[in-house]
């Protein structure tokens, strides 16, 4: 087998270049939309997309995009940076896109999205599937969605649909997913679409991103590319990971100038007869092959055509010195220390780590840690037993959504107590105090936030039940409870609940709780050990509790 260095030196020209000031510039025709086709084997999917090319060959530019400014057709990229890092002629390109595709055509994963996206001949329907699973994937695994998204289109399988939809019902649907701001920006979009553009979706990817609330570039190109058949590139995470890679791009990619150069060579990519597939095809390959920790090299379709590769493999040989001088295999001359997208020289070349030393992304910055307390009321009910939640303020975190009373956190328990309990009586009336109880604690992690409540109960036994709350709070049974619109810490926090009631025990580490319930059984000598000891210390149940508190 001919060595990876050896095949590449005779097809690339030795090239040491320093980046200078205008080293590159491209200037690349907007490509006419074109319909991305799918290479479905039955005969009905063909026929499928014959119809959408048909239509998409016929479509007129909706109203918004009639009435919104419209992208220059040349896009004039400019940056100083060395050659090396782009794609430098056309069969270059030709060769990505053909090999892409190719693997994808017949990798590709069969997802509900892509097949709604296959065969819808209407135009609105299609671009409105394609907008929920991409914001629905957004910071979300796509095993995760899977659920939410059949589960949201067959509820609202249309615009109008969702757009008739209540504020309620949709936090109701979306309760677990996460970023819960998603689920309403996308009902929101939906009412302007309907109610201002008469239900017709915008078709380009700058009026999307003008119109839609809360659509930017990546998802505007998406619907666009996939529903319309726009050659518009995209970059998310998973894209920007396999371009950095195959142009050997080391710097942080949410810095300016690198976010830049990547939207630059997306748009020089992708394919103007398929790119909708190109796009999806570009993602999945992040995905599932060209992954941030544990790269499958080996089955990528365009290895041959990547830098960290060809860096990988020089770097071996130099390091096992079987060569005597460097391969003669291009590169850049990153050890100068002028260009700002190879690896930066307070991060050097680290051999273990193989091509994922591109890309190094800089450190995240910590979620900053918050505390509160929380309680669970129950009151007996005439269908069971009834929990309260009141709403959340219509902004900020978790808007709209119902949780448990909460206060924030005080520095005395004490303090934390009498906090907690007017809380409570604010939406219950008086409540017998001595009834509090401490549960143990749930950690929860947010976006940006490490929010510890600490779990409270408090039960309602013997007395006459509470039948009338303030607006903002509801009485629910616990079945209705796990169906409402309630976040995940919500959930961990009543488990907790539930695991100190008799009879139970339902703390998990997968939800990160603690509870007294949740400690390990002691081995036998040590149970010994503890009946010895209790029978010779008295300690009544509410010094227990104390200690565990």
Not at 261 to 285: C, H, I, S, T
Not at 399 to 428: C, D, I, M, Y
Request: with cysteine.
């Amino acid at each position: 087998m001919i060595p990876l260095v050896s095949r590449l030196s005779r097809q690339w020209v030795r090239w040491t270049c320093a980046p200078s000031p205008g080293a590159v510039q491209a200037i690349m025709r907007k490509p006419r939309a074109a319909v991305g086709s799918g290479h479905r084997k039955q005969a009905a999917s063909q026929e499928g997309r014959q119809k959408r090319a048909k239509n998409n060959s016929q479509a007129k530019p909706s109203a918004c995009d009639a009435g919104l400014a419209r992208q220059p057709e040349e896009v004039v990229l400019q940056a100083s940076v060395s050659s090396y890092h782009v794609f430098r002629d056309l069969a270059e390109v030709t060769a990505f896109r053909g090999s892409l595709l190719s693997w994808y055509d017949q990798e590709k994963r069969d997802l509900p999205w892509r097949r709604r996206a296959e065969d819808e001949v209407d135009l609105d329907r299609r671009a409105y599937a394609v907008w929920v699973s991409e914001v629905m994937l957004q910071q979300t695994q796509v095993a995760t969605v899977i659920n939410y998204y059949t589960g949201w289109m067959k509820k609202w399988p249309t615009l109008q649909d969702l757009a008739s939809a209540s504020l309620e019902e949709v936090n109701q649907l979306w309760a677990g997913l996460g970023y819960y701001s998603r689920g309403r920006r996308l009902q929101e979009g939906a009412r302007k679409v309907v109610e201002e553009l008469g239900g017709h979706m915008p078709h380009t990817a700058e009026t999307l991103q003008q119109f839609l609330p809360g659509v930017g570039r990546y998802t505007a190109g998406a619907i666009a590319s996939i529903a319309f058949g726009q050659a518009t590139g995209v970059v998310d995470g998973n894209v920007a990971r396999v371009l950095c890679r195959v142009r050997a791009i080391g710097a942080d990619p949410n810095s300016t100038l690198v976010s830049q150069q990547l939207w630059g060579l997306a748009q020089q990519l992708v394919d103007p007869a398929r790119p909708g597939d190109f796009n999806q095809a570009a993602m999945e390959l992040g995905a599932t092959v060209c992954t941030p920790q544990r790269p499958l090299c080996s089955q990528c379709p365009v290895e041959s055509l990547c830098r960290a590769r060809q860096r990988v493999e020089r770097e071996r040989l130099l390091a096992s010195r079987s060569l005597s001088s460097s391969p003669d295999v291009e590169e850049c001359a990153a050890n100068t220390g002028q260009c700002h997208l190879c690896l930066p020289p307070s991060e050097p070349w680290d051999q273990t780590l193989g091509v994922v030393n591109f890309p190094r992304k800089a450190s995240r910055k910590p979620p900053r840690e918050e505390s509160s307390a929380t309680c669970v009321l129950e009151q007996p009910g005439a269908l069971g037993a009834q929990i309260l939640l009141v709403q959340r303020p219509n902004s900020g975190l978790l808007a709209g959504l119902w949780e448990f009373p909460s206060v924030t956190w005080e520095p005395s328990e004490q303090l934390q107590r009498k906090a907690l309990l007017q809380e409570l009586q604010r939406w219950a009336g008086p409540l017998p105090a001595t009834r509090l109880r401490h549960l143990g604690e749930v950690v929860h992690t947010f976006s940006h936030i490490k929010l510890t409540y600490q779990v409270y109960g408090l039960a309602l036994e013997g007395q006459t039940p509470v039948t009338t709350v303030p607006p903002g709070a509801r009485w629910l049974t616990q079945e209705e409870f796990h169906t409402a619109a309630v976040s995940t810490a919500m959930k961990k926090v009543f488990r907790v609940y539930q695991g100190q009631q008799p009879g139970t025990c339902m703390g998990s580490k997968r939800s990160q709780v603690s509870s007294p319930c949740s400690r390990k059984k002691p081995r036998m000598g040590q149970q010994v050990l503890d009946n010895f000891f209790r029978s010779h210390i008295s300690t009544d149940g509410h010094s227990l509790n104390s200690a565990a508190q």
